[in-house]
């Protein structure tokens, strides 16, 4: 568990420099929390928590890693796709090696890796989060097509 944890700090806990719509637009990795998964897909998802709170959900091997970011400024959504892909194009070597990490050494459910300053409402976020996958609660919900 503490190698997990070093990975984090070392490999993750950074600000970011990305160019989105040509604006230079810095992100800072805020928390991170890995948690084990059934699913063996790679997966991805974007949450937006506040105009200028995200969460990443990687999932890949059967683990799912979030990674809360904090932008320095409000992000349009049309910038979504053009940010998802970059920030993947860049985490990903990092999310192998904790990935790598965790198949080695890992025999929780769910942890927090990194909790950085975080707002209170992402700390709301992935407090919830790390409680339902603790309870093997389903993580998101269920939404009617209307």
Known sequence: MINLYAIAQRELAKDLLFEIDDEVV???????????TDSKTYNFS???????EFVLAVQMK??????????????????YPELVRSLINHLLPSLHTLI??????YRGTADLLLDDNMS???KEFFYELLLKHKKGLPTH??????
């Open 141 to 146: 919900e269920q939404v009617d097509i209307a």
């Open 46 to 52: 974007f949450i937006e928590i506040t105009e200028n």
């Open 26 to 36: 810095t992100l800072s990795v805020k928390g991170i929390m890995i948690a084990k």
């Open 120 to 122: 209170p409402d992402m």
């Open 100 to 105: 790598r990490e965790a198949e080695k050494s």
């Open 62 to 79: 059967g683990y799912v890693i979030y990674i809360g970011l904090e932008s320095d400024e409000e992000l349009d959504e049309d910038a």
